[in-house]
């Protein structure tokens, strides 16, 4: 039941409040005394219909608030609901139940649920389509309560059914789809012209020789290049960093470089990602010492160990970990899978007979005897771990006491994503290590390595290369620092062209660069005007006007209509609608009386008139497509 209704500012009403009784309650009174704003009011907040002439002479807003005493109702606090409307002269309008701020849509699901209007116009639940199954169910009575709880059961039956089928035929549909792309894939591949190029082998070309030489990475076989030319010599380090004591032993080639620089090379293109970090990037090796610290700590809980799957080396040192301490080791994520069984084809991953299980078994072994290795380091959406996180992993549940370790630096742009999924598996009651300096070695040099490749190869000119260019720009201070000459330094930007020959260097200009857009069939056939038109739309949505005229006089004889999309809801925003289209027959009439026909002007001016209304009432510019019809 009602217990009180407020009102201020509507009508003829300043600042009212009335208090309800249990049972019939009566409101008389004389005509024009506001009996008939009262029930006005609680159609209001019931998401009715208002139009701004209803709020008080000289004030700018209405506020109607009613509470409800509805003990057994799921939104009640302590038995009562409060909801409430304010309403400005404006168009805006604020909607709450109970202090939460809700839609007009939301409003009026929850007030048919508590409240119902009769009166000579207003039979809410009568004329409402979806309560009448309801009242002829009623008026059937006790016969039909067998037959509708028996199809309730074989509806709910059926549903199920349907699912599992849609979800079979999605899977047909995902499995032929994965074919088609990989038999395309292999025969690009195929008919792909492939040179397996080891270090110190070189390349011969028209005009010049290209050399590849060992360094370290993150990857294995990692190498950096040195570009022979009639003008001298261009190196390249790639990805890299000095690793004296990798993994697989094979350390960078620093003999080779020293050759080079005895040669003189012409101009150093240097990795510039970690040019902002003071000191040496750690080794490989002190990551596997980090591990099985963990690993030994942990010894009565299921680790997980998340990390990138091109890191091989990474992987290999996680598998002889798990092999000391006897575990068994399980791989998840399609990448993942991809290249393990590819590295330990190749020879690069070096796994122990029957140490490695599929996932579909890991319930088959104790917790302390189980390692998962996954995907999902950067906290990817459709990844295997944020699909943990989210127990949406169909193998793997995160279950109290299992330690997940992520051996990965967050990469800039995936804070959010990573932060996501490290919250969720905090909330399962795993424990989670993350961002500690001894479960990850960057592949990139910090400024001692970086100093020291300056010194071996001592270029004439020097461009710093692979960052953002807050690092490129460090990166050029620290060449200075070590004695090159400013104007030897080159910071470009992506796209500038660097001419250079033995005695000299300049920027002479720049090329086309960006991403190349594929939409649909098409590759780069979609420009800069379609791309500002969609982010138009997604922004500001789309009003469309209808207006139909006479082919012989040029006057309207029909419309205009307004359609929106993705900017207002047009019944619950009738008011701006109305005032829209008066500014369009302004427009129009306007038109008419200068006997003016030409549709470019009439749809120019509409669009412009319409636009300026609409950003007054709204702050907001949608598309705006007028449409003329001649009949």
Not at 30 to 52: N, P, V, Y
Not at 55 to 69: G, L, Q, T
Not at 395 to 410: F, M, N, P, Q, Y
Not at 487 to 509: C, H, M, P, W, Y
Request: hydrophobic fraction near 40%.
């Amino acid at each position: 039941m009602i217990t009180t209704l407020n009102i201020k500012n509507v009508g003829i009403i300043d600042d009212l409040s009335i208090d309800f009784n249990e049972g019939f309650n009566v409101l008389t009174g004389e005509t024009g005394a506001g009996k008939t704003l009262l029930i006005g009011s609680l159609a209001i907040l019931a998401g009715g219909r208002f139009s701004k002439e209803m709020i008080r002479k000289d004030e700018n807003y209405c506020y109607i608030e009613a509470n409800f005493y509805l003990p057994e109702n799921s939104l009640a606090i302590d038995g009562n609901i409060i909801v409430s409307r304010e309403i400005h002269a404006n168009g805006r309008n604020s909607c709450k139940i109970n202090g939460r701020l809700v839609t007009v849509t939301e409003l009026k699901e929850v007030m048919n649920q508590i409240m119902d209007i009769h009166g000579q116009h207003d039979n809410q639940l009568l004329l409402n389509p979806t309560t009448h199954i309801q009242y002829l169910d009623r008026f059937i009575g006790s016969e039909l309560e067998g037959k509708k709880s028996e199809y309730l059961v074989l509806l709910e039956e059926y549903n199920k059914i349907k699912k599992e089928i849609k979800e079979n035929y999605g899977e047909e549909q995902e499995k032929e789809r994965r074919l088609d792309l990989l038999n395309y894939q292999l025969n690009e591949i195929n008919n792909a012209k492939l040179n397996v190029v080891s270090p110190r082998d070189i390349i011969k070309l028209s005009h010049m020789e290209v050399e590849f030489i060992k360094n370290n990475h993150s990857i294995p076989d990692a190498c950096s290049i040195a570009v022979h030319t009639d003008q001298g010599i261009i190196y390249h380090t790639g990805d890299f960093k000095i690793d004296l004591t990798p993994v697989d032993g094979e350390v960078m080639d620093i003999h080779r470089i020293c050759e080079l620089s005895k040669k003189g090379v012409l101009l150093l293109l240097a990795d510039s990602t970690n040019a902002e970090q003071p000191g040496s990037t750690i080794s490989e090796k002190a990551v596997g010492a980090g591990l099985d610290d963990l690993f030994r700590k942990a010894s009565n809980s299921r680790i997980i160990v998340a990390t990138f799957a091109s890191n091989i080396h990474r992987l290999q040192q996680i598998i002889n970990t798990a092999e000391k301490l006897n575990r068994k080791v399980a791989v998840s994520g399609r990448s993942m899978v991809n290249v393990v069984a590819v590295a330990t084809e190749l020879g690069y991953l070096n796994i122990p007979e029957n140490m490695l299980i599929d996932l579909n078994d890991i319930s088959k072994y104790e917790d302390s005897e189980v390692v998962i290795i996954t995907t999902g380091s950067q906290g990817e959406p459709m990844s295997a771990l944020a699909r943990m996180a989210s127990a949406e992993h169909k193998k793997v549940e995160i279950k109290r006491g299992d330690l997940v370790i992520i051996s990965a630096h967050t990469i800039p742009g995936n804070e959010k994503l990573i932060s996501k999924v490290i919250n969720s598996l905090f909330e399962k009651g795993a424990e989670v290590v993350y961002d500690e300096s001894d479960i990850h070695a960057s592949g990139h040099a910090k400024q001692e390595e970086l100093k020291l490749i300056h010194r071996l190869v001592r270029p004439k000119f020097f461009m710093p290369a692979h960052g953002e260019h807050r690092m490129l720009k460090i990166h050029a201070e620290l060449a200075e620092e070590l004695g090159m000459p400013s104007q030897n330094i080159f910071v470009n930007k992506t796209g500038d062209v660097l001419e250079i020959d033995r005695n000299s260097a300049k920027v002479t200009g720049t090329i086309p660069t960006g991403n190349v857009l594929v939409d649909g069939l098409g590759v780069g056939d979609v420009g800069n005007i379609v791309l500002r038109d969609r982010k138009h739309l997604s922004e500001d949505g789309l009003m469309i006007v209808v207006v139909t005229i006479s082919k012989e006089d040029g006057r309207v004889l029909a419309g205009p209509d307004i359609i929106s999309r993705g900017f207002v809801y047009v019944r619950e925003s009738e008011d701006l609608m109305d005032g829209a289209k008066n500014v369009i027959k302004d427009v129009l009439r306007d038109c008419e009386d200068r006997n003016i026909k030409e549709w470019a002007y009439l749809k120019n001016n509409i669009k412009e008139n319409l636009k300026e209304y609409l950003y007054q009432k709204t702050k907001r510019n949608p598309m705006i497509l007028p449409i003329i019809m001649e009949v």
